[in-house]
């Protein structure tokens, strides 16, 4: 292999190690590290202990995009009553990894990776109103430890047709952070504007 490669896989490297290690902060409603709660029309901010959750409510024509190339939960399912959620939960310590957060033995870890991986999904309900939700589909994006958060993928089917406020609640039973509560108000979800994190 020519030194240029070599060089050139060197600097791609360490260039997604540094992108990793500085997050980027998404919202412009004031700062992060300071404010136990931001909101925006979008995205919900919480910050627990030593954890900070995201929680992002993808837009309408986002999902109707994603519906359009055959990605819908189900065929026979107007994406419309579709409601899909980025979950991101990273530690406020920077550099820090978050799921080895407050743990100190390897199988504590092991317990977490599992639990994020084929459990959290349990956990995971929308309020629509009247309706309590459990998540139809669930995608944790695992990054092998190559990021300091973890980010999860979550998905809803909703038969109401209304705009009623969608409330979001991660029950935790491994991070200890209890019940954690995100809202969205109608206006998010009648919002067409697409929005990448």
């Known amino acids: 292999m020519k030194p240029i490669y070599i060089i050139g896989i060197l600097m791609l490297g360490l260039g997604v190690i540094y992108s990793a290690c500085h997050p980027r902060i998404f919202s412009s409603e004031g700062n992060l590290s300071t404010g136990v709660k931001t909101d925006s029309k979008y995205f919900k901010i919480r910050e627990m202990g030593d954890y900070r959750l995201t929680a992002r409510l993808i837009p309408k024509d986002s999902q109707t995009n994603a519906a359009e190339e055959g990605n819908s939960l189900s065929p026979n399912q107007d994406a419309s009553d579709i409601y899909y959620f980025q979950l991101r939960m990273e530690s406020i310590h920077p550099q820090q990894e978050v799921l080895k957060q407050g743990i100190f033995s390897q199988q504590a870890y092991e317990d977490r990776m599992m639990y994020i991986r084929y459990q959290m999904q349990e956990d995971l309900y929308l309020l629509h109103g009247n309706d309590s939700l459990e998540a139809a589909l669930y995608h944790f ?19 109401k047709k209304d705009h009623d406020p969608l409330i979001l609640i991660f029950d935790d039973q491994e991070f200890g952070v209890g019940p954690v509560k995100f809202s969205f108000s109608d206006a998010a979800l009648s919002g067409n504007s697409l929005l990448n994190f």
Do not use: I, N, Q
């Open 141 to 159: 994006d695992d990054t092998f430890g190559l990021t300091p958060y973890a980010s999860c993928l979550v998905a809803f089917e909703s038969h």
